[in-house]
């Protein structure tokens, strides 16, 4: 049990991390910016005074080591994504990773972003509220799916060692 939990949080973390350097590949080559996680923790440290919605989360009162609560927030997250994907697929997964789950995991997981995070940030329901919407959507959809690609990779490298 021991073995399994420490795979996934490595898969997970793994799996951010890819989905990280993506980021900053699209920041760094292309110009693109992705998610400001001071967002992230400003939405998180405002539902501790029970709000959960904003019509903008720039707009909203900053909140202390927001970067720090975002940064691990989200990280979080692609520990529990990693988790649940196992639990979806078992624990074989971890020894003899497939690729077809974590990438069909990694597209359902743009779920988040789009039926709660975007519209709790004020950005409507998958950034229907954005500049360009489709532009909005296309990003977070590949973005998730490269963090499934970095599951897969993730759960490799730990099978391999």
């Known amino acids: ?47 501790a005074h029970g709000q959960f919605r904003h019509d903008g989360i720039g707009r909203a009162a900053p909140v202390p080591a927001e970067a720090l609560i975002g940064w691990g927030a989200h990280y979080a997250i692609g520990v529990v994504f990693a988790a649940v994907l196992v639990a979806a697929v078992g624990q074989g997964w971890l020894q003899a990773p497939m690729p077809m789950p974590a990438l069909v995991f990694g597209l359902v997981s743009v779920a988040l972003p789009y039926l709660v ?16 919407p489709l532009a909005t959507r296309l990003r977070s959809l590949i973005t998730h799916l490269v963090f499934g690609c970095g599951l897969y990779l993730a759960a490799c490298l730990l099978a391999a060692a």
């Open 117 to 132: 995070m975007q519209p709790a940030f004020g950005s409507g329901v998958a950034g229907a509220r954005t500049p360009d």
């Open 1 to 47: 049990m021991a073995e399994t939990a420490l795979r996934i949080l490595l898969v997970g973390i793994g799996a951010t991390l890819v989905m990280d350097l993506w980021g900053w590949l699209l920041r760094r080559v292309y110009g693109v910016s992705g998610l400001d996680y001071r967002m992230v923790g400003r939405w998180v440290g405002h539902m």
